[in-house]
């Protein structure tokens, strides 16, 4: 192992943390700064970077692409592991209502000079189960969205799906609003595994739902699988891999089970005073993840990044999460969504009702802020994009002014000594190792005041 000098000291870097058992909290690096580092304090500042032009790249000069996320927050079943802000409670009008409240909400801000006659590049329908609404709801959403910000330049629409909520003729409905991506939440084959994880699917629904969708001609596939769900087990697991194989899905998104504090199963282990979380321990879940990739692999599939198989890279982009990563400007409406506007974090009120009250009042709904500066944004998009396996040091450098290597050199040291980063001249890269655990890895990159967010 390596050794730095300071004060004439001399320093190894610290050993990788240890990590066995599943306890509760957010595991994966879904944004940074953490959520908890969000302040309804910083509101004003957001509303205020609404009212001025879209904020441009200082090196480039140029407006960021601009995506539009939609949060359908609703559920047939709430599922024991979802962290989501989902309700299954809700009747016709208060859908309705909702639906209303959303197109309220786009309608603001559309109207600010931060969109400046922007067209949005994607579109992302999310939840909760945005297959949970009707076709009729579907195209007067839609049909209302459009006519805001049209979708003459959007690249690729996803659309969430649970199986069990798609009839042929809703799977039409859907592809006729002009979806590209069809995300299928399948999370396993075993019907048992399903039902104890609080799934309201079945593995018959599964099949149905798939083929028809192949049948009126989806241009991507994808189906989401999740690695060590309560009572799963190695031949489980591998029954599912090779059904999902089987398939020949374009895209693959397979997750290990974390268990954040606002699940089902947390409050099952509060009440029973555990502190290890009843599924898999991470280093089962990783060696499942890579067994899984290695199927795929095979066929012939691509790893593009710490979740993603895909059957063919040259045409089956992610072109949300690219934006995502990569500091695009996403419109997010809807409650508890949150998004990024301006160089402005943001997100809405977490509870449906004060949600749309704020909105029927002619309020936008958001409920906290966070101004991002400009080191943070580097290290924000600098982190995001090592779950893609590697990032380019010279794009990095061209688009912030300094060489990652130079701007990041102690964490990278960190991660070169634990034998996490792979060699390949401009690329810096990360091993299959480091990838399957990369979320925990990055928080080598973290500022300090920061880590104190990581369960936000």
Not at 28 to 50: C, H, M, T
Not at 143 to 165: I, N, Q, S
Not at 247 to 264: A, H, K
Not at 281 to 310: C, H, P, Q
Request: neutral net charge.
């Amino acid at each position: 192992m390596s050794t730095t000098t300071l004060n004439s000291r001399t320093v190894s870097p610290p050993a990788l943390p240890l990590q066995k058992e599943t306890t509760a909290g957010n595991y994966f690096v879904a944004n940074y700064p953490p959520f908890a580092f969000w302040k309804r304090e910083q509101v004003p500042d957001f509303l205020a970077a609404l009212e001025r032009p879209p904020l441009v790249a200082r090196r480039s000069s140029l407006v960021p692409p601009l995506g539009l996320y939609t949060h359908i927050p609703f559920c047939r079943k709430r599922c024991h592991f979802c962290y989501f802000k989902v309700y299954t409670d809700k009747d016709s009008s208060e859908v309705r209502g909702y639906l209303d409240a959303l197109l309220k909400e786009l309608t603001v801000y559309a109207g600010k000079p931060v969109i400046g006659g922007r067209k949005p590049k994607f579109v992302y329908f999310g939840g909760g189960t945005p297959s949970y609404l009707s076709p009729d709801q579907l195209k007067f959403l839609t049909d209302g969205m459009k006519r805001l910000l049209p979708w003459d330049k959007v690249e690729e629409v996803t659309f969430e799906a649970e199986p069990g909520t798609l009839t042929d003729h809703k799977l039409q409905a859907i592809r006729d609003l002009g979806v590209t991506r069809l995300s299928l939440g399948i999370e396993h084959f075993d019907d048992h595994i399903l039902e104890i994880n609080g799934r309201a699917h079945r593995s018959k629904e599964i099949a149905r739902a798939y083929a028809y969708a192949r049948e009126i001609g989806f241009p991507q596939i994808n189906i989401d699988l999740i690695a060590g769900m309560v009572e799963e087990t190695e031949d489980k697991w591998k029954e599912t891999v090779a059904k999902a194989v089987e398939l020949r899905p374009d895209s693959v998104t397979i997750y290990q089970m974390e268990v954040p504090f606002n699940t089902g199963i947390y409050q099952q282990m509060k009440a029973e005073g555990k502190l290890v979380a009843p599924v898999a321990d991470w280093e089962t879940k990783r060696r499942w993840v890579n067994f899984a990739f290695g199927e795929f692999e095979k066929l012939g599939y691509t790893i593009t990044s710490a979740t993603t198989v895909v059957r063919d890279p040259a045409k089956v982009k992610f072109v949300y999460r690219d934006g995502l990563f990569s500091g695009a400007d996403i419109l997010s409406i809807g409650v508890a969504s949150f998004g990024h506007l301006s160089g402005v974090h943001y997100q809405n009120h977490h509870d449906f009702q004060p949600y749309v009250d704020a909105v029927n009042a002619g309020q936008l709904p958001v409920y906290r802020a966070y101004v991002v500066p400009d080191d943070e944004r580097y290290l924000r998009e600098f982190i995001l994009q090592l779950k893609l396996g590697s990032v380019s040091a010279a794009a990095f450098a061209k688009k912030f002014g300094r060489d990652p290597r130079e701007q990041f050199a102690a964490p990278l040291s960190t991660l070169k000594d634990w034998g996490f980063l792979a060699n390949g001249g401009d690329r810096i890269g990360v091993t299959r190792d480091g990838l399957l655990q990369i979320d925990r890895l990055l928080h080598q990159f973290f500022k300090p005041e920061h880590e104190t967010g990581r369960y936000a």
